[in-house]
């Protein structure tokens, strides 16, 4: 329950009041993940980036040290591999962790933003393109994922389909 709060209270960027039920995890199960993640989340708002930088190397760690049998069935452990890769510029961990998940959860918008993001800095438009077109379905709002669809549309030359995403953006 507390993981859950913690949870919902970075994302509502209650980072001092989170960072109360991150402690309280951190210190009865300090080999859980999920918590980790969020501390880093906390302490990079905060400025803190080798500590935030240290915990998510920590949990990186932990998560690779499990079965790699389990790791590659279990999707919370792939979303939270490819999140912290990501986070960490490690886009080629980062890339085969969010596409072994999306084929567990396809209607996860993050995690295709994530992979739409990296197909783009490959230079691989119409793979982003084909990754993000569900992820704008599932998120016909979220400004990331039309700023990204436009700018894959602007290098495969399909100026109208970009200019219309990036003014939704």
Not at 129 to 150: C, H, M, R, S, W
Request: glycine share 4%.
């Amino acid at each position: 329950a507390r993981l859950g709060r913690a949870s919902i209270l970075v994302q509502l960027r209650r980072d001092e009041e989170a960072l109360v039920d991150i402690e309280y995890v951190r210190e009865r199960a300090p080999r859980e993940t999920r918590v980790a993640y969020l501390h880093s989340i906390v302490l990079t708002r905060a400025g803190k980036i080798k500590e935030a930088q240290a915990i998510l190397t920590e949990a990186e760690n932990l998560l690779k040290k499990r079965d790699p049998e389990f790791v590659r069935n279990h999707p919370s452990s792939l979303l939270l591999l490819g999140v912290i890769g990501h986070a960490r510029k490690n886009y080629e961990d980062s890339f085969h962790y969010l596409n072994r998940y999306i084929k567990f959860d396809p209607n996860h918008a993050g995690s295709r933003k994530l992979l739409g993001s990296m197909f783009l800095r490959k230079g691989e438009a119409w793979s982003a393109i084909k990754v993000l077109k569900p992820a704008l379905q599932l998120a016909p709002k979220d400004p990331e994922i039309l700023t990204l669809l436009g700018n894959a549309y602007m290098r495969v030359r399909q100026y109208s389909d970009a200019t219309t995403m990036l003014e939704r953006a």
